[in-house]
């Protein structure tokens, strides 16, 4: 995925769809792709100022403003059509919102899955480790409009009772080590019978290809899931579980802290699994041992074991999956990105249909923009995690008009100028870097509010009330 690459799709964006509105990812998101994927899902619809294409696109530059309110990005489009000199639409929002509301979920699932599967296949063989694909499982939880609905799709957190408080959904994401790429996510109430990270983590075992490696913390290392995996050939780093037993004098030994041991198939069959599955598990599994011991001053773990069903300790030796497993890291970065960046932490939306829709779109954003800092990496000879995120979406928001309204010869000068600036915006080289989970700006001075806002106003009215 190179220059010639990112240049070639802008050209042909420029030339079979020039009535889009100021997006700078059609290279990747064209029309033509989008109307392939309605047919696929079997949607249909009539020619209008919203039809699902700019849709999309409208939501996509929603969570990639500053901004991000529905007010902002119609007028973007009513500033787009008036200097295009296309047919005047109106201000109000409610068109816009009623288009989201009918925009196919599967029309955005399916784009994230194929943007994210097509970026991780270009990346280079220099960014993948030991040649192979690694793919990050982390979870996390986002926030949401405390309606009714809401509410009652995801629920609320148990420290939050009554009536106040916001409802939660939890979030497991699947990403490419490589190019930070979304690949594929599950979506659940923050609470409940079977809504927990390992339950949404086996509903994604098709995302995984054989050949893969899966990285993630202790709580998806089970004899389940580790077997289930590697009997489609897909192999698994995970850090050890803290309730199952670890002694390096047992096994076969093959250094220091690094050992192979066999793991029994458990007596019962978990609740996620059906018993033909269950019954298809070896009842024995070879799995090697490592302890890690961390020395880095200011870190809050000191020693930890990780699990793998990389045998072969020439070729992934101890040090090899101590950097890999310390990589898992990334992933966190990933999802702070998506969050802070991105501005997932507090979604917008007042139903779980566009709640979900809109998790959705943040991932294809995210995916679009990693697109944009792998084709700046691979011209300029370096690592897409070596780039900043935050710059890309800031200099692609800055680009986005010239993008859209500059001619097309014009396209090669303006593509190189926006590399370039991007490529002097690195991410900081700051190893075992390590801050306090402290907050240094106080919060304001104002009482927590334990009620409805109905009930709040009807005190406020009341004689004598602060």
């Known amino acids: 995925m190179g220059q010639g690459y990112v240049f070639g799709r802008f050209r042909q964006w420029k030339s079979a769809f020039h009535a889009a509105p100021e997006l700078p990812f059609s290279e990747l998101l064209s029309a033509v792709r989008i109307e392939a994927r309605l047919k696929q899902i079997g949607c249909s619809y009539r020619e209008r100022v919203y039809p699902p294409q700019v849709t999309l696109w409208m939501f996509l530059s929603q969570v990639l403003s500053p901004d991000s309110s529905c007010r902002d990005t119609v007028a973007r489009l009513l500033a787009y059509r008036t200097a295009r000199g296309l ?77 106040c408080g916001f409802p939660m959904a939890r979030v497991l994401v699947v990403l490419c080590l490589a190019t930070g790429a979304a690949l594929d996510l599950a979506l659940g109430p923050c609470r409940g019978k079977k809504t927990g990270e390992l339950s949404l983590f086996r509903s994604l075992k098709k995302t995984f290809e054989p050949g893969d490696i899966v990285v993630a913390d202790r709580m998806f290392c089970s004899y389940c899931d580790i077997a289930s995996l590697q009997r489609r050939r897909i192999d698994s780093v995970f850090r050890i579980n803290a309730t199952r037993p670890v002694d390096f004098r047992r096994g076969e030994r093959l250094g220091k802290d690094d050992h192979i041991v066999a793991w029994r198939r458990p007596a019962r069959c978990p609740a996620s699994f059906s018993r033909g599955e269950f019954a298809l598990l070896p009842r024995e599994l070879r799995l090697r041992e490592i302890r890690i011991q961390v020395r880095v001053p200011g870190w809050r773990t000191r020693t930890l074991v990780v699990t793998t069903t990389l045998l072969d300790h020439k070729r992934y030796t101890k040090s ?31 139903t779980p249909s566009l709640v979900r829709k809109e998790i959705w779109t943040h991932l294809l954003a995210n995916n679009l923009l990693r697109n944009t800092m792998s084709a700046t990496a691979e011209r300029h000879n370096v690592e897409p995690r070596q780039l900043s995120f935050r710059a890309t979406q800031q200099l692609m928001n800055a680009f986005s008009a010239l993008l859209t309204t500059s001619p097309l010869h014009a396209l090669d000068a303006l593509c190189h100028r926006l590399f370039a600036a991007l490529a002097q915006h690195p991410v900081g080289n700051r190893p075992n870097r390590y801050e306090p989970r402290k907050r240094k700006r106080s919060a304001k001075p104002y009482p927590r509010m334990n009620h409805s806002r109905v009930e709040e106003r009807r005190r406020c009215c009341k004689p004598g009330s602060a």
């Open 87 to 163: 047919s005047r639409c109106s201000a109000d929002t409610s068109s816009y919102c009623e288009a989201r509301k009918k925009l196919p979920e599967e029309l955005i699932r399916g784009l994230v899955r194929d943007t994210g599967r097509e970026l991780s296949a270009q990346a280079s063989d220099r960014w993948c480790w030991l040649g192979r694909r690694v793919r990050i499982v982390d979870g996390t939880t986002c926030s949401m409009p405390d309606t009714a609905e809401n509410e009652k799709a995801f629920g609320k957190p148990r420290n939050q009772r009554g009536p």
């Open 320 to 350: 090899a999956l101590e950097q890999l497993y310390r990589q898992r890291w990334q992933g966190e970065v990933d999802l702070r990105s998506l969050k802070s960046t991105l501005q997932m932490d507090v979604l917008r939306c007042k």
